[in-house]
């Protein structure tokens, strides 16, 4: 973050003139490294491949949901796609990424309320004592799904994380990355599963493979309104089956996900994603 470069060289300042310097980061774009290179001597840089910057243990999916205008209605789409997803796919524990406290909040209960039990982590509905409690359900396998702000993007290490699910698209591919690397932690393999309603977020998610070459599969999936057997006209029925993802050793599914496509990404001029729009 810029806002630490001065308390960067205030630290680095104050020590021995002959010291071993070590910069780590999660994300090293160029900027960074050639701010921090006056620091070090001859460095030697130790970095993700530029073409593609995800965790190599990660399979990476997108879900196409329908776009609808109205909030709370496009909150109902998504979440009958989200229960599709887990009651299909085998994990262990599972993190719910959305972008808003109150979104967090909402999908929690309505887990909850369809048998998913479920605990939701979000900095302005809860004090730090509350949060603290969660994250160590999640680290003490006590709990088995967490939907959060990116307040859980950075810096949290549940090795039992396999499934991380964007309910919304990030706003930025930094932050994607964060997100998405919450499984697969310690050369362990996840799968990171993308909700992304048609139009904006579709697009949205097409600049982020475009920045980190992330290679999306597109999982066919529709949903209409149809006349069940039961004779409900309103009753929504997946015209897809979403196979066992997790299962991708075996031939059966091997050979559904083979026919996968893959999310072309759309050009974009690199600093359209550096605004914080955490809400």
Not at 37 to 44: A, F, G, V, W, Y
Not at 116 to 134: D, F, S, V
Not at 168 to 176: A, G, K, N, Q, V
Not at 227 to 253: A, M, R, Y
């Amino acid at each position: 973050e810029s806002s630490f470069k001065n308390d960067v060289k205030w630290i680095y300042n104050q020590l021995p003139e002959v010291k071993q310097v070590m910069a780590l980061s999660a994300t090293y774009p160029e900027s960074l490294a050639k701010s921090l290179t006056s620091l070090m001597r001859h460095p030697q840089h130790v970095r993700l491949d530029t073409e593609s910057q995800v965790l190599i243990g990660l399979d990476q999916y997108v879900l196409h949901t329908t776009f609808h205008p109205k909030p709370k209605y496009q909150l109902d789409v998504k979440f009958s796609a989200l229960l599709d997803v887990l009651n299909s796919l085998t994990f262990s524990q599972c993190l719910i990424f959305t972008n808003y406290s109150l979104s967090a909040q909402s999908i929690c209960e309505r887990l909850n309320g369809n048998g998913w039990p479920a605990i939701y982590i979000a900095a302005t509905l809860q004090n730090q004592y509350e949060r603290l409690q969660a994250l160590t359900s999640l680290r003490q396998f006590t709990t088995r799904i967490m939907v959060t702000t990116d307040l859980s993007a950075r810096g949290v290490d549940a090795a039992n994380v396999t499934l991380v699910i964007n309910f919304d698209i990030p706003w930025d591919s930094r932050t994607f990355l964060h997100r998405s690397g919450r499984a697969g932690r310690f050369g362990s393999r996840g799968i990171n599963l993308c909700l992304a309603s048609e139009g904006d977020e579709t697009n949205m998610l097409r600049k982020i493979v475009f920045r980190t070459g992330t290679k999306i599969k597109t999982i066919p999936y529709q949903i209409d309104n149809q006349t069940d057997e039961k004779g409900d006209k309103d009753s929504k029925v997946n015209q897809f089956e979403l196979p066992d993802l997790w299962k991708s050793d075996k031939d059966e599914i091997k050979c559904i996900i083979d026919t996968y496509e893959v999310l072309e990404g759309m050009e974009c001029p690199l600093e359209e994603f550096n605004v914080d729009k955490q809400k």
